[in-house]
């Protein structure tokens, strides 16, 4: 008798400790298992991306760059990657308007018409003005655009944010 | 609900009969703590399963960017430096708790008939954990992995005839490369778990075959009649013993604030190698195989050894497991022992007084603290050695031969118009000029400042005070800080050094916050400032200097002091304390508090 209430004992602090143990050693795995819910991995290191100098942007034409940016990933550091591209257009009042080259019909890529002075869609026939507003075709929306903004005569866009 | 759901499973699996048949052993003379060891093992090998397996997601085996996976495991990510450290440091206590089972197995004479098999089974788990520690140290590709492995593949080299062959096979070529590394990752990974599992299967399967061995002196009665059931009474012990190591472990992790990670492996330095400290014997009985006699430091006493272990079964055949009736066995088995532990306290003696090894350690230390510091912006692709192409370091000191070599010396290179910059900021540098500011290597003639007249420790005292105003001090000795403040602000500096407000001034430099990043660029910036040299001035202002050139002379002068961590780029500062889980704490800061 009592040495079955030595067991029972004995089982009940065994769980106990093996629980302590078990815990013990789960919870800084757990805490390195979920480091991608509490970190960003990969990223692009600048908010605003640099296209060039404005005077290198022809008033009234739209002009197609590329955006490069450096990118972290994990350790490693990615300079100059080429992310995707833009439309620039600048205005005569020196304002900017940075199209996405991308319809926003299905996403194709869209070029600038020099004799039209339209943006064309080739796959489903879209058509926009220079302001990126609809003019005919299956586009349910104006040309996405960024952010922009013009810091000691750079041209800069913030490349994260649709708008 | 839930016991229809057991049934289910039950009468699917036998799930329950099989724990029972695991845990149902009896134990005959009952439970002992002399037999936690082997069960101690289990756990930590899951240990180190467990762990590794969580390690193996933040790991990149290349020669490119394994440093840079372990650098991003052990100082960005939550608790990854913790549980690079248990890893780490179990495979030291599994070492430990290996040689502890083998001898207590050897003692109570377990390996005698019909046991001879479990003690060959375990002779060659003990060879595989030597295969884990070797192909582990190499993994995170830093200094001190690449060039102690080194030692062990040439090794590998020395064995006649094939030796070549097999160096080529482990390497995955000629010289070291990817190919090393994803060897020694499929080894450590694959292949020597899977077969450390397989002969763990048959170790514990003939273990349960034939049962505990219990103290010599177990009357046979007791042995006969008193048995005790595995579970609970066994296996309490085995928990409390595995809590303990766990615990022991979790503490030396705390303490040693994680595994050490050196700088990226740079095939071009010469670094001193050194194994991890269960090798050094080995490492240590070649320093007397010199030569011709080299493989017999390197095959022939190893394989002399080894034989002895899997042959011992069989040629100590004597049923008496009394240890005064196998006095020769002990005789060889401990003094194999003794062999191996003075040769290790040799090599550890020998490694504590040499000085190259103490500067290596260091270097070691600050290039690490350096690399860490480099890799926080990203290490490029071409792999973790370019992060020093980068390095502000390298800029300073191009700055440094442009501008100020021509009146500041550095070994023997420069003029000698302004004090020698040779270990400029060091402990040494600063005690010689408070003890003689007009000697040659300081101010010459043109020194103001009398030299002080007082016994080189009072200098020291001093020295450190002035000294922990800037960060990064290493070994930084908080009494004599305590001491050097007490002698320079109540004796004669104070006269005419202004110290404690950053803006007074008095006909001699100000040395608040002496040669901090701020006082420093302010200082070469303006030297003639009257907070400064004032009138007295002799050096040209450097104001064309633009902030990052500044900041990386600066670098530049803090690396000519031996007794200086870098730390660069002021806005971490802030940034660096330390919270629990959060952040490695072993960052360059922490060097200071070591004294």
């Given at each position: 008798?009592?040495?079955?209430?030595?067991?029972?004992?004995?089982?009940?602090?065994?769980?106990?400790?093996?629980?302590?143990?078990?815990?013990?050693?789960?919870?800084?795995?757990?805490?390195?298992?979920?480091?991608?819910?509490?970190?960003?991995?990969?990223?692009?290191?600048?908010?605003?991306?640099?296209?060039?100098?404005?005077?290198?942007?022809?008033?009234?034409?739209?002009?197609?760059?590329?955006?490069?940016?450096?990118?972290?990933?994990?350790?490693?550091?990615?300079?100059?990657?080429?992310?995707?591209?833009?439309?620039?257009?600048?205005?005569?009042?020196?304002?900017?308007?940075?199209?996405?080259?991308?319809?926003?019909?299905?996403?194709?890529?869209?070029?600038?018409?020099?004799?039209?002075?339209?943006?064309?869609?080739?796959?489903?026939?879209?058509?926009?003005?220079?302001?990126?507003?609809?003019?005919?075709?299956?586009?349910?929306?104006?040309?996405?655009?960024?952010?922009?903004?013009?810091?000691?005569?750079?041209?800069?866009?913030?490349?994260?944010?649709?708008? | 609900?839930?016991?229809?759901?057991?049934?289910?499973?039950?009468?699917?699996?036998?799930?329950?009969?099989?724990?029972?048949?695991?845990?149902?052993?009896?134990?005959?003379?009952?439970?002992?703590?002399?037999?936690?060891?082997?069960?101690?093992?289990?756990?930590?090998?899951?240990?180190?399963?467990?762990?590794?397996?969580?390690?193996?997601?933040?790991?990149?085996?290349?020669?490119?960017?394994?440093?840079?996976?372990?650098?991003?495991?052990?100082?960005?990510?939550?608790?990854?430096?913790?549980?690079?450290?248990?890893?780490?440091?179990?495979?030291?206590?599994?070492?430990?708790?290996?040689?502890?089972?083998?001898?207590?197995?050897?003692?109570?004479?377990?390996?005698?008939?019909?046991?001879?098999?479990?003690?060959?089974?375990?002779?060659?788990?003990?060879?595989?954990?030597?295969?884990?520690?070797?192909?582990?140290?190499?993994?995170?590709?830093?200094?001190?992995?690449?060039?102690?492995?080194?030692?062990?593949?040439?090794?590998?080299?020395?064995?006649?005839?094939?030796?070549?062959?097999?160096?080529?096979?482990?390497?995955?070529?000629?010289?070291?490369?990817?190919?090393?590394?994803?060897?020694?990752?499929?080894?450590?990974?694959?292949?020597?778990?899977?077969?450390?599992?397989?002969?763990?299967?048959?170790?514990?399967?003939?273990?349960?075959?034939?049962?505990?061995?219990?103290?010599?002196?177990?009357?046979?009665?007791?042995?006969?009649?008193?048995?005790?059931?595995?579970?609970?009474?066994?296996?309490?012990?085995?928990?409390?013993?595995?809590?303990?190591?766990?615990?022991?472990?979790?503490?030396?992790?705390?303490?040693?604030?994680?595994?050490?990670?050196?700088?990226?492996?740079?095939?071009?330095?010469?670094?001193?190698?050194?194994?991890?400290?269960?090798?050094?014997?080995?490492?240590?009985?070649?320093?007397?195989?010199?030569?011709?006699?080299?493989?017999?430091?390197?095959?022939?006493?190893?394989?002399?050894?080894?034989?002895?272990?899997?042959?011992?079964?069989?040629?100590?055949?004597?049923?008496?497991?009394?240890?005064?009736?196998?006095?020769?066995?002990?005789?060889?088995?401990?003094?194999?022992?003794?062999?191996?532990?003075?040769?290790?306290?040799?090599?550890?003696?020998?490694?504590?007084?040499?000085?190259?090894?103490?500067?290596?350690?260091?270097?070691?230390?600050?290039?690490a603290a350096r690399a860490v510091k480099l890799a926080e912006k990203g290490i490029p692709p071409t792999g973790a050695l370019s992060i020093f192409l980068h390095d502000p370091l390298a800029l300073g000191g191009k700055i440094f031969k442009e501008s100020c070599i021509g009146c500041h010396k550095i070994g023997v290179e420069g003029g000698d118009n302004g004090p020698d910059f040779t270990n400029f900021g060091s402990r040494e540098w600063i005690a010689g000029l408070l003890k003689n500011p007009k000697d040659v290597k300081y101010f010459k003639e043109s020194?103001?400042?009398?030299?002080?007249?007082?016994?080189?420790?009072?200098?020291?005292?001093?020295?450190?005070?002035?000294?922990?105003?800037?960060?990064?001090?290493?070994?930084?000795?908080?009494?004599?800080?305590?001491?050097?403040?007490?002698?320079?602000?109540?004796?004669?500096?104070?006269?005419?050094?202004?110290?404690?407000?950053?803006?007074?001034?008095?006909?001699?430099?100000?040395?608040?916050?002496?040669?901090?990043?701020?006082?420093?660029?302010?200082?070469?910036?303006?030297?003639?400032?009257?907070?400064?040299?004032?009138?007295?001035?002799?050096?040209?202002?450097?104001?064309?200097?633009?902030?990052?050139?500044?900041?990386?002379?600066?670098?530049?002068?803090?690396?000519?002091?031996?007794?200086?961590?870098?730390?660069?780029?002021?806005?971490?500062?802030?940034?660096?304390?330390?919270?629990?889980?959060?952040?490695?704490?072993?960052?360059?800061?922490?060097?200071?508090?070591?004294?």
């Amino acid at each position: 008798m009592v040495e079955n209430n030595r067991r029972k004992f004995l089982k009940v602090v065994s769980h106990s400790l093996g629980g302590v143990l078990a815990a013990g050693i789960a919870a800084p795995l757990v805490g390195l298992g979920i480091h991608p819910w509490l970190k960003e991995t990969v990223y692009g290191t600048e908010d605003f991306i640099n296209l060039g100098k404005l005077e290198d942007f022809p008033v009234g034409i739209p002009k197609k760059m590329n955006v490069t940016s450096s990118k972290m990933d994990a350790w490693n550091v990615f300079e100059g990657l080429v992310m995707g591209s833009v439309w620039v257009l600048r205005k005569e009042d020196d304002s900017l308007k940075v199209f996405s080259v991308n319809c926003p019909h299905l996403g194709c890529g869209i070029n600038w018409g020099e004799d039209e002075k339209q943006f064309l869609c080739p796959c489903h026939e879209g058509v926009f003005d220079i302001n990126g507003k609809v003019l005919s075709g299956p586009a349910p929306r104006s040309l996405y655009s960024y952010e922009t903004k013009i810091e000691n005569d750079n041209v800069l866009v913030n490349y994260k944010k649709l708008i | 609900m839930a016991n229809k759901l057991g049934e289910w499973i039950e009468d699917r699996t036998g799930l329950s009969k099989l724990l029972k048949a695991a845990l149902d052993e009896p134990v005959h003379g009952g439970a002992k703590w002399s037999y936690i060891f082997g069960s101690g093992l289990v756990f930590l090998f899951v240990l180190q399963a467990v762990t590794g397996i969580f390690m193996a997601s933040y790991y990149s085996p290349s020669s490119t960017a394994a440093w840079g996976s372990v650098y991003y495991l052990q100082y960005k990510t939550s608790f990854g430096w913790f549980v690079r450290g248990v890893h780490h440091y179990g495979s030291s206590a599994m070492m430990i708790v290996a040689m502890v089972h083998m001898f207590q197995v050897f003692i109570f004479g377990a390996y005698k008939k019909p046991r001879e098999l479990n003690w060959i089974s375990g002779v060659i788990l003990l060879l595989f954990l030597a295969g884990f520690g070797l192909t582990g140290y190499l993994l995170p590709w830093d200094q001190k992995g690449y060039w102690a492995t080194q030692v062990a593949t040439n090794i590998m080299g020395t064995v006649p005839v094939i030796g070549k062959y097999i160096k080529i096979l482990h390497q995955g070529g000629a010289d070291y490369g990817n190919f090393t590394i994803t060897r020694f990752y499929t080894l450590h990974v694959f292949l020597l778990p899977i077969s450390l599992v397989f002969f763990l299967f048959i170790h514990i399967a003939l273990f349960r075959k034939h049962g505990v061995t219990p103290y010599w002196k177990m009357r046979e009665d007791v042995l006969r009649d008193r048995i005790d059931p595995f579970w609970p009474d066994q296996i309490f012990k085995d928990i409390v013993f595995a809590l303990g190591m766990y615990a022991v472990i979790a503490g030396v992790v705390f303490w040693t604030r994680g595994a050490e990670l050196q700088s990226p492996a740079d095939p071009a330095s010469n670094y001193l190698a050194r194994p991890e400290w269960y090798f050094l014997f080995l490492f240590e009985l070649l320093k007397y195989c010199q030569g011709k006699y080299l493989i017999v430091g390197t095959v022939i006493i190893p394989a002399l050894a080894l034989t002895f272990l899997f042959v011992l079964p069989f040629i100590d055949r004597n049923t008496s497991r009394y240890p005064s009736k196998r006095m020769p066995y002990f005789g060889a088995i401990f003094s194999g022992l003794t062999g191996a532990v003075v040769l290790t306290v040799l090599a550890m003696h020998h490694d504590s007084k040499d000085i190259h090894i103490i500067h290596q350690r260091e270097e070691a230390e600050k290039q690490a603290a350096r690399a860490v510091k480099l890799a926080e912006k990203g290490i490029p692709p071409t792999g973790a050695l370019s992060i020093f192409l980068h390095d502000p370091l390298a800029l300073g000191g191009k700055i440094f031969k442009e501008s100020c070599i021509g009146c500041h010396k550095i070994g023997v290179e420069g003029g000698d118009n302004g004090p020698d910059f040779t270990n400029f900021g060091s402990r040494e540098w600063i005690a010689g000029l408070l003890k003689n500011p007009k000697d040659v290597k300081y101010f010459k003639e043109s020194g103001a400042m009398p030299p002080i007249k007082l016994p080189d420790e009072s200098l020291l005292d001093m020295t450190e005070f002035l000294l922990s105003q800037s960060e990064g001090l290493i070994h930084q000795n908080a009494e004599r800080v305590e001491r050097g403040k007490e002698l320079v602000l109540k004796g004669n500096c104070v006269v005419c050094h202004p110290i404690g407000n950053k803006d007074l001034k008095k006909i001699a430099p100000n040395l608040t916050e002496y040669l901090s990043e701020t006082w420093l660029k302010e200082f070469i910036r303006n030297p003639g400032d009257p907070r400064f040299y004032g009138t007295r001035n002799k050096m040209p202002a450097f104001d064309r200097l633009t902030d990052s050139q500044l900041d990386a002379l600066i670098q530049y002068l803090f690396s000519l002091s031996k007794d200086r961590a870098l730390v660069s780029e002021k806005q971490e500062k802030g940034k660096r304390g330390y919270v629990f889980g959060l952040t490695s704490p072993r960052t360059m800061i922490t060097f200071q508090d070591k004294s």
